[in-house]
Structures are given as structure tokens and as C-alpha cells.
Antibody
Framework: QVQLQESGPGLVKPSQTLSLTCTVS??????????WTWIRQPPGKGLEWIGY???????SYNPSLKSRVTISVDTSKNQFSLKLNSVTAADTAVYYCARGQLGSTHCDYWGQGTLVTVSS | QSVLTQPPSVSGAPGQRVTISCTGSSSNIGAGYDVHWYQQLPGTAPKLLIYVNINRPSGVPDRFSGAKSGTSASLAITGLQAEDEADYYC????????????FGGGTKLTVL
């Protein structure tokens, strides 16, 4: 059974960089069958796709966040990471990592999510 | 304003049938891109409910079904149960603005 677990600071100051890591267990992040995805959900609001990375390192980002987002992968640790720079209060959200299926856009396994608050 | 439009809320009594609509446009659902549905119970991560329009992952009851036509999709839930009370989200791909995975705004299902 594949499991994903987000980790990182729960509080980030405005204008700084939000950094999160997702650790994958029960499966290899180097599989050619999946995208590794970040999705967020502001408190009380809906879901927003941030972007994904393939094991080879190729990425795709939400155009509205593209200028501030970097997703990277570390196959040796079976992890992938999210960096979002120049954060504001609008970036306060629960951040989820998830596994996406190659050839589709759905995510079949999700982490439990981690709340990141942007505040001074 | 979400690219995919869902009703904010729907409700039904136990045992009844409810449907949740997801309306898109010619750059997403209408362009032939697949629609997926997720269920989010309070305080938990979303769970895949329907993928590629009509398919159920293993373990999802056949009370849940998906359909797609034109620029819209729908999720139907029959034999409504108290445990179905949750938020439901549709998802697709949009080819405008350099391409993006897009979600509906979510629908809160209340079991009366």
C-alpha cells in the first residue's frame, strides 16, 4: 500500500519561502507510471493544483503560481519537494502531496495534508 | 471563481438519490478531457471516488457513479447513507493558459 507523508514548517513569515517534503513509502518514486503532485486547500475553500514532477525531473506548474514554484525530486530518498517563494497570507493552506497517474490527471493516493500558515 | 462550476450544496434523505453537476467549457470538459471525482470527509484528505469519467477504484461502492456529456459531468449517489455526508470535488484538465489541472469549487452534501 502506497503512503505519502508531508513534512515541513507549519509557520512561515511573509515574503519568505515555504518548503515542504513528501516522503513516499510502499512504492518507488522512480516508477514511470506516475506523476508526483502538490495540491493545496486554503481553510474553508476548495482545492488548487500547484504542480507535479515526473521521476525524470520534468515538471508542470499551475500558470498562476509558476513564477514562484519549484518542485524537485530526490529518487535516492524516495522524496519530492515543494518550494514556494515570496509567500503572503493568501498562501495559507493545507498542502497535500499526491500520486498522479501517467496519461491521466487523477490522483489515487494522497498524503494526510499539512497546514502551513503564513504570518509574522 | 473556479474553472469548473459545481453547486455549493445538495441534500437528500437517507435512501434517496442525489446528483452533483460539474459544468465546464470548450477548453476543458467540452474538449474531451476526462473528469474525476473526489470525496472529502471533514478534516481528512480527498479520496478518489470516480476516475476517467465513469470508473470506480477498488473499494468504492457501486452506489457512486459518474457520467459525462458535452461540457458537463455529473456524480450520482444512490441509496444515500449518513456516511456520505462530505464535500465532493470534480477535476479535469484545461487547455487554456498553458494547460492546468483544474478543480470545481466543491459541493457540500448534507444527508437529512
Amino acid at each position: 500500500q502506497v503512503q505519502l507523508q508531508e513534512s515541513g514548517p507549519g509557520l512561515v513569515k511573509p515574503s519568505q519561502t515555504l518548503s515542504l517534503t513528501c516522503t513516499v513509502s510502499g512504492g518507488s518514486i522512480s516508477s514511470s507510471d506516475y506523476y508526483w503532485t502538490w495540491i493545496r486547500q486554503p481553510p474553508g475553500k476548495g482545492l488548487e493544483w500547484i504542480g507535479y514532477i515526473y521521476y525524470s525531473g520534468s515538471t508542470s506548474y499551475n500558470p498562476s503560481l509558476k513564477s514562484r514554484v519549484t518542485i524537485s525530486v530526490d529518487t535516492s530518498k524516495n522524496q519530492f519537494s515543494l518550494k514556494l517563494n515570496s509567500v503572503t497570507a493568501a498562501d495559507t493552506a493545507v498542502y497535500y502531496c499526491a500520486r498522479g497517474q501517467l496519461g491521466s490527471t487523477h490522483c489515487d493516493y494522497w498524503g494526510q495534508g499539512t497546514l502551513v500558515t503564513v504570518s509574522s | 471563481q473556479s474553472v469548473l462550476t459545481q453547486p455549493p450544496s445538495v441534500s437528500g434523505a437517507p435512501g434517496q438519490r442525489v446528483t452533483i453537476s460539474c459544468t465546464g467549457s470548450s477548453s476543458n470538459i467540452g474538449a474531451g478531457y476526462d473528469v474525476h471525482w473526489y470525496q472529502q470527509l471533514p478534516g481528512t484528505a480527498p479520496k478518489l471516488l470516480i476516475y476517467v469519467n465513469i470508473n470506480r477504484p477498488s473499494g468504492v461502492p457501486d452506489r457512486f457513479s459518474g457520467a459525462k456529456s458535452g461540457t458537463s459531468a455529473s456524480l450520482a449517489i444512490t441509496g444515500l447513507q449518513a456516511e456520505d455526508e462530505a464535500d465532493y470535488y470534480c477535476q479535469s484538465y484545461d487547455s487554456s493558459l498553458s494547460g492546468s489541472w483544474v478543480f470545481g469549487g466543491g459541493t457540500k452534501l448534507t444527508v437529512l
